[in-house]
């Protein structure tokens, strides 16, 4: 998978460091060749000796080395890669990167090179939550570079939170994304929703339910890896946009319905949002005061246009179209009727019980719905899920 491609690896300092020594080793399974370039502090946390043991390569550190100058320029060295990867990267050198600082051989590459670059940061969780890091690292994505992880989880140095290095398997798959874009899904305009609704009932209330987003962000993030043509429409939500999609924000079903119908045609449909069923009929133009003589209130609701389904009958439908289905009991007869009402080619099915709530969860376990039947998926990250999504899509279209 990645047979003839040149992966440049730039290690930075930190604690860990020493896993790339296992990224090295898997991607000379998958058939890379592996040019180490490492910062002085990594020197720290694993050993050259390792490295290029692992690699079989010579180890690329200095800046002004005669010899490396004579062998590889650095200017080359940045420019023969097909993808370079940072990993660990440190929060000091996404700031080098991000100011265009180029003090030693790893920043200095960066600079000059004009590849694809995957930055696999790993840190203290303040130090990832730092307000300096997150400014970066927005800049870096809108620049088009792409990121894995970090995960949430116990750190090194004992607490818990996001900073963990993206698994080693992640990294090298995401690596194996970017250098094989699928010709099927390349420039493919995919129309995705996400995140909840928000359905007035005056203008200061509303009703809604707890969806995230993450999911539908995931699998927008993948599109956009894979070279589709992304446009996200979002309900309410507190994710950043996702660089490379073009982003539409709304926040009521009828506006998402709207904007929906207001896409076609498009080549795929995913609709991942967690789209309210019913709207308050009559929503108070000022704000509906509580009555002292009652301890009741009655809302009349009215059914929210079926955008899923819309889609799917649509005279310009998209050729695949993909929706999303909670359920809580009844799961497989359920899902079998919602296929067909909703006439869509496949559903990702999540059965919500005491041990599983994928609500604003990093986490999901899912099942693959299509006429052929149900393909349970292990509990993996949404991240996961959104590319075993992109798999079947590229069977599909
Ligand atoms: O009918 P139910 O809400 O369970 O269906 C879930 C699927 O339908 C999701 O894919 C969701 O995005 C979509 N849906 C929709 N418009 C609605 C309700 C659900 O697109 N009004």
């Given at each position: 998978?990645?047979?003839?491609?040149?992966?440049?690896?730039?290690?930075?300092?930190g604690?860990?460091?020493?896993?790339?020594?296992?990224?090295?080793?898997?991607?000379?399974?998958?058939?890379?060749?592996?040019?180490?370039?490492?910062?002085?502090?990594?020197?720290?946390?694993?050993?050259?000796?390792?490295?290029?043991?692992?690699?079989?390569?010579?180890?690329?550190?200095?800046?002004?080395?005669?010899?490396?100058?004579?062998?590889?320029?650095?200017?080359?060295?940045?420019?023969?890669?097909?993808?370079?990867?940072?990993?660990p990267?440190?929060?000091?050198?996404?700031?080098?990167?991000?100011?265009?600082?180029?003090?030693d051989?790893?920043?200095?590459?960066?600079?000059?090179?004009?590849?694809?670059?995957?930055?696999?940061?790993?840190?203290?969780?303040?130090?990832?939550?730092?307000g300096?890091?997150?400014?970066?690292?927005?800049?870096?994505?809108?620049?088009?570079?792409?990121?894995?992880g970090?995960?949430?989880?116990?750190?090194?140095?004992?607490?818990?939170?996001?900073?963990?290095?993206?698994?080693i398997?992640?990294?090298?798959?995401?690596?194996?994304r970017?250098?094989?874009?699928?010709?099927?899904?390349?420039?493919?305009?995919?129309?995705?929703?996400?995140?909840?609704?928000?359905?007035?009932?005056?203008?200061?209330?509303?009703?809604?339910?707890?969806?995230?987003?993450?999911?539908?962000?995931?699998?927008?993030?993948?599109?956009?890896?894979?070279?589709?043509?992304?446009?996200?429409?979002?309900?309410?939500?507190h994710?950043?946009?996702?660089?490379?999609?073009?982003?539409?924000?709304?926040?009521?079903?009828?506006?998402?319905?709207?904007?929906?119908?207001?896409?076609?045609?498009?080549?795929?449909?995913?609709?991942?949002?967690?789209?309210?069923?019913?709207?308050?009929?009559?929503?108070?133009?000022?704000?509906?005061?509580?009555?002292?003589?009652?301890?009741?209130?009655?809302?009349?609701?009215?059914?929210?246009?079926?955008?899923?389904?819309?889609?799917?009958?649509?005279?310009?439908?998209p050729?695949?179209?993909i929706?999303?289905?909670?359920?809580?009991?009844?799961?497989?007869?359920?899902?079998?009727?919602?296929?067909?009402?909703?006439?869509?080619?496949?559903?990702?099915?999540?059965e919500?019980?005491?041990?599983?709530?994928p609500?604003?969860?990093?986490?999901n376990?899912?099942?693959?719905?299509?006429?052929?039947?149900?393909?349970?998926?292990?509990?993996?990250?949404?991240?996961?899920?959104?590319?075993?999504?992109?798999?079947?899509?590229?069977?599909?279209?």
């Open positions: 998978m990645l047979k003839n491609k040149t992966i440049l690896l730039i290690i930075t300092g604690i860990a460091a020493y896993k790339s020594l296992d990224l090295i080793r898997r991607l000379r399974e998958l058939g890379a060749e592996v040019r180490p370039v490492m910062t002085k502090s990594s020197a720290q946390f694993v050993t050259p000796l390792s490295v290029s043991a692992l690699s079989e390569s010579k180890v690329y550190g200095e800046l002004f080395s005669l010899t490396d100058e004579s062998e590889m320029g650095h200017i080359r060295l940045a420019r023969e890669a097909d993808l370079i990867i940072v990993c990267a440190s929060a000091d050198f996404i700031t080098k990167i991000c100011r265009g600082i180029g003090d051989l790893a920043s200095t590459l960066m600079l000059a090179a004009d590849t694809k670059m995957l930055i696999a940061p790993a840190m203290n969780v303040k130090m990832w939550e730092n300096a890091t997150s400014d970066n690292v927005r800049t870096l994505k809108t620049r088009g570079h792409h990121f894995v970090p995960d949430v989880g116990s750190m090194a140095c004992g607490e818990i939170g996001a900073g963990r290095l993206a698994d398997e992640e990294i090298a798959q995401k690596s194996v970017l250098l094989n874009p699928s010709e099927k899904l390349k420039d493919k305009h995919v129309l995705i929703t996400a995140g909840p609704t928000h359905e007035p009932i005056d203008p200061v209330r509303y009703m809604a339910n707890n969806s995230s987003g993450k999911q539908g962000h995931a699998i927008a993030v993948a599109c956009v890896d894979a070279g589709m043509k992304v446009t996200l429409v979002m309900g309410p939500s994710l950043e946009d996702v660089p490379g999609a073009d982003v539409i924000h709304v926040s009521s079903a009828l506006e998402m319905h709207e904007a929906c119908m207001g896409l076609m045609p498009a080549d795929v449909a995913i609709c991942c949002a967690a789209v309210a069923d019913w709207r308050p009929e009559s929503p108070g133009k000022q704000k509906i005061k509580k009555e002292e003589n009652t301890d009741h209130w009655d809302i009349r609701f009215i059914k929210n246009p079926d955008i899923l389904r819309d889609l799917s009958m649509h005279k310009k439908r050729k695949v179209v929706g999303f289905a909670a359920e809580t009991d009844k799961v497989e007869a359920n899902v079998k009727q919602k296929l067909l009402k909703k006439n869509c080619d496949a559903l990702v099915v999540n919500i019980s005491d041990w599983h709530d609500f604003g969860s990093d986490n376990q899912v099942g693959w719905v299509t006429n052929k039947g149900h393909e349970p998926w292990p509990l993996i990250t949404k991240q996961e899920v959104a590319q075993r999504l992109l798999d079947k899509l590229e069977e599909m279209i």
